[in-house]
């Protein structure tokens, strides 16, 4: 076993499950979803990525991609989040604007993950 593999698969698949629980209630309002959870994700995601910088093969470049996508989609949830909260006000818009974020690092994390695991079955053979 890997410990490598095991520690930055953990952290591939914990961002996509942080982000999920973000992401999940309702679209246009942002009292079913938590800014901490947002905070977390965004650390995780930032932690995976990290974790992607020292692969040098093509599939590790396609997977560090995929997780700049979700941090740089998940970072500008926040931006908007914190200028809506203390400058405008936080309304439908703004809120489908920070959910939609978030389901598009979502879907940048799902394709990480797939990729992740494609990767390890191939490794196999």
Excluded at 42 to 55: F, P, R, S
Excluded at 91 to 119: F, K, P, W
């Amino acid at each position: 076993m890997n410990l490598d593999k095991v520690i930055s698969g953990f952290f591939i698949i914990l961002a996509m499950t942080i982000n999920f629980g973000f992401f999940y209630g309702d679209i246009d309002s942002l009292e079913t979803h938590s800014k901490y959870e947002l905070f977390a994700a965004i650390i995780i995601n930032l932690i995976a990525t990290t974790l992607k910088l020292g692969d040098k093969t093509q599939m590790g470049s396609v997977l560090l991609a995929t997780s700049l996508v979700a941090d740089i989609q998940l970072i500008a949830a926040a931006i908007i989040w914190g200028v809506a909260a203390y400058a405008y006000t936080i309304d439908r818009e703004i809120a489908s604007i920070i959910i939609s974020l978030s389901g598009g690092a979502l879907l940048a994390n799902i394709t990480s993950v797939a990729l992740y695991v494609g990767e390890t079955i191939k490794s196999k053979r």
